[in-house]
C-alpha cells in the first residue's frame, strides 16, 4: 500500500449521504514564492477520498525534485495550502451554487493533514480531521 502525502481529503455527498467520487480537486501552497504556479491534482476514487496525489515534478533551485513534503518543509513555520474542489462537474451545470470550492488552510511542518468536506448543492462544511 502506497504512503499517504501530507495533506489528504475526503468528500460526502450530504444529499444522498455517500461518498462523492469523481470530483476533481487541485492543489496548491499559495505561500511558496518559488512554486507558486504547481499544482497537485487528483480524482477522489469510489470512497470520495484523496490519499495521494499526481504532480509533475520538476527541480528546484539546486536541482532536487519538487515534492509536497519538501515543499512543506522549506518553511520555517506553517505554509498556506488551498484546495480548490470541481463540484460544478460534479453535481452539473446549475445544478449547483458552488461551481468550485475553495479551502485555504494552515499546514505545519511534521502533520499530517486531513480535510474533510461535507458537500451539499448549495452548502458546505468542512473541518480538520485527523
Not at 27 to 45: G, H, M, N, Q, R
Not at 84 to 91: I, P, S
Amino acid at each position: 500500500m502506497a504512503t499517504k502525502d501530507p495533506i489528504t481529503c475526503h468528500v460526502l455527498d450530504t444529499t444522498t449521504g455517500r461518498p462523492a467520487a469523481h470530483i476533481i480537486v487541485s492543489l496548491s501552497c499559495t505561500s511558496s514564492p518559488s512554486v507558486t504556479s504547481l499544482a497537485f491534482t487528483a480524482i477522489t476514487d469510489a470512497d470520495g477520498r484523496i490519499s495521494n496525489w499526481d504532480f509533475e515534478s520538476k527541480p528546484d533551485r539546486n536541482g532536487d525534485p519538487i515534492t509536497m513534503k519538501s515543499m512543506i518543509e522549506e518553511h520555517k513555520g506553517s505554509s498556506i495550502w488551498q484546495l480548490r474542489f470541481n463540484t460544478g462537474a460534479y453535481y452539473g451545470e446549475g445544478k449547483t451554487f458552488w461551481p468550485w470550492v475553495e479551502l485555504t488552510f494552515y499546514v505545519k511542518r511534521n502533520e499530517h493533514f486531513h480535510v474533510p468536506l461535507l458537500l451539499g448543492p448549495f452548502s458546505y462544511t468542512t473541518y480538520r480531521g485527523s
